[in-house]
Every structure is written in structure tokens, then in C-alpha cells.
């Protein structure tokens, strides 16, 4: 029996989708469509954000299913998202590279004086809140990666993460977790502002809704971070473990 292979959309055929014509034709004349790279360094860092149960809810369910215990919950795309992540980590590992979590702050409302929610908007039952900031054990954190908390969007904003990248020597930021269209992105402009290299990686990344995930990964893509699937990150992070080995035999 002959094999039938089905190439997978690219990302471009991903966002595309949800541009207008007269966007489409914006890019073309202005020759944004052809995806100029930032580039990233060569002292990278992993930052998953916001990778717990929260996200997903505790049982892999589709996300009109998940939101009736978790109204938050981003379904079976999140858990796509993690699976894809386990890889990712397993590859910052192999490379020796720094891994950072982040996470909200415990505390419902948070001590730190987190934002008060919007009015009417679904919260997190009582019963589930011990569970609701724990990472997903698929990707939890092991011993000498960092946990941070935070009580903003941006990963940045009242923690000490830029300290610790600075101490270091962190020059790219290799960036996954949810939601991509509100703390991904928060981060991620936050990071190049600060004028770090920044890798978004799309399939590691995920949200609540398919549109804003696919704009903003567009969106970040001109303007802030070179938006990569998780294999060319993989690849980008065998060779700065390739690149490390060849320094340290030469010491």
C-alpha cells in the first residue's frame, strides 16, 4: 500500500486565514508577507507561562466540555499545546539552557493586589482553586528551574525575571504557554522591549479562542518575536548545546 502523506498548514497558511483581502494586500506592497527574521542569540532561555491546570482543567476534555469545571480552560488545544511542550522542555534540558516558569500569584484575590476581575466574568470554583496555579504535571518544573509569580499579564511586570536573565547572561527568550493573544504576548513585548531576541513557539503556545491565537501569533511575528514551530526551536537548541560543547572541549 502506497504511504499518503498530508503536509501540515504552515504557520503562514495558519494566520492567514484570518486576514482581510485588503490586509493581504497590505503586506504584499509593503513586502511584509515575507516574514523578515529578527534572529535569535546564543544564550537562550526557556519561559513557560502560565502552564497549569487552570489552562486545561485536570481531565483532557474538549472546550465546551472543559469550561463546565473549568470555566477558563483553553480544551483539547491546550493539551495539544503541553504534549508539544514536553518535547520542547526535554530539548532545553538536553541544552543546559535556563528554565523559568511562571505563574499567578496563589491568593484569590491575590495579597499583592492583583487586578480586580471584570464583572460577570466566570471564576474558578472553590473546591478547584488549590489546584488552579499548579503546573501541569506533564511539564512541572524539576529541581534548579525557576518558579516566579506574578500578579500581571506581562511575566516581567513586579518580579524579578529581569534580574535574574541579566545575572545570566540570557540574550533570547524562547517563549510558550497561554494564553497567546494575553500573558504570552504581554511577555513578549515586554521582552523586546527590553531588547531581548525573542522566539514565540506557535504550537507550544495556546488560547480560548482560535482567532486571537493565530492574529497575535501574526501580529507578534511582524513586530516583536520570530514565531517558530517547536521542531526549528529544537534544531536552533541542538546547536547551541553542539556550539557550548565545542567551547568547553577547547576551554
Not at 2 to 14: A, N, W, Y
Not at 178 to 191: F, I, L, N, Y
Request: with cysteine; glycine share 8%.
Amino acid at each position: 500500500m502506497q504511504k499518503v502523506t498530508v503536509e501540515k498548514p504552515t504557520l503562514e497558511e495558519q494566520w492567514m486565514r484570518f486576514l482581510t483581502p485588503r490586509d493581504r494586500q497590505h503586506l504584499a506592497a509593503t513586502g511584509l508577507d515575507q516574514r523578515h527574521r529578527f534572529g535569535l542569540g546564543e544564550r537562550p532561555a526557556l519561559l513557560l507561562v502560565d502552564d497549569y491546570y487552570a489552562a486545561v482543567g485536570t481531565e483532557r476534555k474538549p472546550l465546551l466540555e472543559s469550561i463546565r469545571t473549568w470555566p477558563w480552560s483553553c480544551g483539547l488545544e491546550g493539551w495539544a499545546a503541553l504534549d508539544r511542550t514536553v518535547g520542547l522542555l526535554a530539548a532545553a534540558r538536553r541544552a543546559g539552557i535556563p528554565v523559568v516558569y511562571m505563574r499567578d500569584m496563589p491568593g484569590f484575590p491575590s495579597p499583592w493586589g492583583a487586578r480586580e476581575p471584570r464583572p460577570g466574568l466566570p471564576e474558578i470554583p472553590p473546591e478547584l482553586r488549590d489546584r488552579a496555579n499548579e503546573i501541569v504535571a506533564e511539564v512541572a518544573p524539576i529541581e534548579g528551574e525557576l518558579m516566579l509569580e506574578k500578579t500581571a499579564p506581562s511575566a516581567f511586570q513586579g518580579t524579578p525575571l529581569s534580574f535574574h536573565l541579566t545575572y545570566l547572561r540570557v540574550d533570547t527568550l524562547i517563549v510558550c504557554g497561554e494564553t497567546t493573544s494575553g500573558c504570552v504576548r504581554a511577555t513578549v513585548v515586554d521582552g523586546a522591549t527590553l531588547r531581548y531576541r525573542v522566539a514565540v513557539v506557535a504550537d507550544c503556545c495556546f488560547d480560548r479562542t482560535e482567532a486571537s491565537h493565530w492574529i497575535n501569533l501574526f501580529d507578534m511575528d511582524l513586530k516583536y518575536a520570530d514565531v517558530m514551530d517547536a521542531d526549528a526551536v529544537e534544531e536552533y537548541l541542538a546547536g547551541i548545546r553542539r556550539t557550548d560543547s565545542v567551547v568547553a572541549s577547547h576551554g
